[in-house]
């Protein structure tokens, strides 16, 4: 989380640094900041809020700077501990978490030195400043040596006016080079564009940017070579096109990124690679967080089934710190959409230690999950803007659907057809517009339920995760049968619950449980393929998917609920694409 820009060379940077800021915005944005140095005078300036509040700082001269847009981990969003952070000469910008900050900021106090915030990045301005002999890159590196956690830095010296040094462990990291300009950042599109080439920073690495020259640095300062990264001129700043919101440009595109997968992932190279560990695999394990979690709960479900591989899925920060069993013959996929989540990233790389294969499912090539991995599989579902995830989730699914049909049919099993995803979903995105009518009853609810069975369950726990993250309303998705050994006792009267039902043998199951919870109040929305169940008394709402194989469901299901909450937050006056406390990609632990 956070973003990191900074440039030097023959233009001016402050334009450059704003523009990349609001690039990065979708990683934090709760303060900002940047300096830039004009001439030997360095010029700080930080605000509370978005990038935005910054524009004013456009007009800084200048030609070598760096600017940050923060999540907060440590010390609260103020101005005060907003990024830039000063100590003595140097000036730095930091994304990652140091974990052993409050015994160094010990030690630093013990030495008379004062701090001016509450953050954990302010510490390494003052190791590095401890570290200072006259060789910046050299202090930069002995500072990073105490260094426990993880970080990404770009660091200013008064006595090096137009020279950046940059670190990186465990915090993406990238720098480009253009004709009269170098440029570091978290993430490529902050400084893609034409004629910019770019590489990214090895865990431990360090980059010098001076005199339109990058040096690159191991650990030990001696020359380590370039990595370069391959991008497309498309991940420049995505347009809205005419939408109001990011989400729900996104979601419009979720049909022809459903069509574009299903026809793609045969065309990887590395696929037949992968599909060759994959055929010979006793287990399956899957690990992801948030969003990707659930699209992970949607395909175990289908492996399962189709292929009975026994497939365990996991929460990625639980595998991590569980000593995970890994059984020989064992397939792991990592999914996310950004490739960056830390936690995913460490519960892979236990998976991959232990002897699985290891295959990332993420919509971005040149992440680091996909440096990691044996195989990449990608979602190509295009850059993903809005913080909550939508098209990704569907691409995901696609994509894991997609592989569990060819293994069972390389297993001769039948499965049944995925063609109709992508219509069914772009039938389902029309009549989502109907749930615009729901949004009165969800306003000011204390609490909403999410229902479902099987694969509707996971379609439940996604939909209720939308509604938490863009509207803020407390709310839970459960199995439908589970209702009634606890959580039923929170049902009041016109608590709105969403029933998902679109699996035939269960259905009537379901519907139990919605019986329960009509007779204690609950205001019922249904989301079925079943025209008959529409019509039942307790229904006070209902909206009628077409018809899609129901193991599949979740794909299309998922659209409306993802609608149910985009239309929500906007009624109680939230921005969707940038829900409060949350940013997009998540690189802390
Ligand atoms: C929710 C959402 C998050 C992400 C999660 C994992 O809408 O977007 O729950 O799914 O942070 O992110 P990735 O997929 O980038 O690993």
Redesign the pocket.
Known sequence: MCGIVGYVGERQAAPILLEGLQKLEYRGYDSAGVAVFDGGILHVVKRKGRVRELEFARALKGNCGVGHTRWATHGAPSEKNAHPHTYGKFTLVHNGIIENAHILREECLSRGEKFSSETDSEVVAHLISACYEGDFAAAVCRAAERLQGSFALAVLSSDFPDTIVCARMHSPLVVGRERGGLFVASDVPAIAGEGVEIFSLADGEFAELHAGEIKFFDANLRPAPPHPVEYSSKEDTPALCGFRHFMRKEMSEIPSVLKNCSADFLKNSQYMQFFAALSGAERIQIV??????HAGLCAAHAFEKFCRVPCEVSVASEYRYRDPIVPPHTVCFA???????AD?LAAAQIAKERGAFLAAVTNVAYSSLTRISDAVLQTNAGREVA???TK??NAQLMLLYSVAAHLAEKKGREVPPLSQIPAAAERALEISEEVRGWTAHFLSAKSVFFLGRGADYFTALEGS??LK?ITYLPSEGYPAGELKHGTLALIEKNTPLVAVVTQKPLAEKTMNAVHEAYARGAKIFLVTCFEELCARKEVFASLLLPACPEEFSPAVAVIPLQALAYYVALARGNDPDKPRNLA???TVE
Request: proline residues 0%; charged residues 15%; neutral net charge.
């Open positions: 992801a967080c948030g969003t990707a979690y999914v996310s959409q950004s490739g960056e989540t995913t913080v909550a995830a990704s989730f995760l939308k993250e997009k990609s998540v």
